[in-house]
């Protein structure tokens, strides 16, 4: 089999985990799931300094330089103009101009702002980010994304830290069968399963935090991802069967049917 | 001079964005910068003026998804 390789813009990779770096238990723990991971790509988000506290808690000091690209989001943001002022800040760092337009319109469900995100897109778009907007699971809006310039799609499986999996796999297999962009399923994903299932309806990659981070073991939680992730993957790339309303043997019919025994058969 | 950084007045010693940041103790640390609403890359700091009323944003990246 050839290597299966995807990219975004220039960047080839392997891996199809997307891993975030948030509420991870120790900084220890994150670098061991990162590793068993396996990915290439890594999350961040972007706050104010405390000033109060300076000892250096940002993220970077936990992470080999070099070795992965980059992904910083926009949460926190409400409208584009936020956005893309976060966006400006993340690229002047120097390490990255990839940037995951996170638009939340609702603090409870923490659901994209469709409008907001377009607006930001296109912005940054033209500003000359790598843009990979985060948005809900309408082939719509995935549409007018990918018009915009954006270099991958990332539509939500359910809202964010929710664990509650793909809730609409239809929605999610239209966006994937109608894009021309990598398609990356983000958020919501509760384990192993939710990750195959992605990838099984033809995404090109899966984006979490949560289900790893908050696994009760956070290691094996990504490791597990990694498996589903490529299994999804090559089951995807091997087709599955169609699915039927009954049964059909799989020894065929005839190999079933014995002779009935006689006396003699059985010897005196 | 007073400078508003991070939302808050501050009383600083400086010259320089340069300065201001070695005099909150975060030379060398990975931060990003913004002064009244322009991004100033790390290479500006040096040359880059600071007068009193500026607004300046220091950020950096933490944990998210």
């Given at each position: 089999m050839l290597k299966d390789t995807w990219r975004i813009g220039e960047c080839e990779m392997t891996s199809r985990f997307f891993l975030g770096?948030?509420?991870?238990?120790s900084p220890f723990v994150q670098q061991e799931a990162i590793a068993a991971s396996g990915a290439e790509v890594l999350t961040f988000a972007i706050r104010r300094v405390n000033l109060e506290s300076v000892e250096d808690d940002s993220i970077l000091q936990h992470v080999e330089p070099g070795s992965f690209t980059f992904l910083p989001n926009t949460s926190g943001a409400r409208t584009a103009d936020e956005a893309v002022r976060i966006a400006r800040l993340a690229r002047a760092s120097g390490l990255s101009d990839w940037v995951k337009v996170e638009i939340s319109a609702?603090?409870?469900?923490?659901?994209?702002d469709p409008i907001e995100t377009l607006r930001a897109t296109e912005q940054l778009v033209k500003e000359g980010f790598t843009v990979l907007p985060y948005i809900s699971d309408d082939p719509v809006i995935c549409r007018r994304l990918e018009e915009a310039g954006a270099a991958a799609i990332m539509p939500g499986?359910?809202?964010?830290?929710?664990?509650?999996?793909?809730?609409?796999s239809y929605n999610l297999g239209l966006i994937i069968e109608e894009a021309s962009v990598p398609v990356i399923v983000d958020a919501g994903l509760g384990t192993a399963s939710d990750a195959a299932l992605s990838m099984e309806l033809g995404a090109s990659a899966v984006l979490m935090n949560t289900p790893v981070a908050k696994a009760k073991d956070p290691v094996g939680m990504a490791l597990a991802m990694k498996l589903a992730i490529e299994a999804g993957r090559l089951a995807y790339l091997s087709g599955r069967v169609p699915k039927k309303r009954y049964a059909s043997a799989s020894s065929g019919l005839e190999s079933m049917m014995l002779k009935p025994a006689s006396a003699g058969d059985f010897g005196s | 001079m007073k400078l508003i950084i991070n939302g808050g007045e501050r009383e600083v010693d400086a010259r320089t964005m340069a300065e201001v940041i070695d005099r909150l103790g975060l030379s060398g640390k990975p931060v990003v910068a913004e002064v009244d609403g322009h991004v100033l890359v790390a290479e500006e700091w040096e040359a880059f003026p600071v007068s009193p009323g500026m607004v300046i944003e220091l950020v950096h990246f933490v944990g998210g998804g």
């Open positions: 770096t948030g509420l991870f238990p609702s603090d409870k469900t923490l659901l994209p499986g359910a809202p964010i830290g929710t664990g509650l999996g793909i809730l609409n | -």
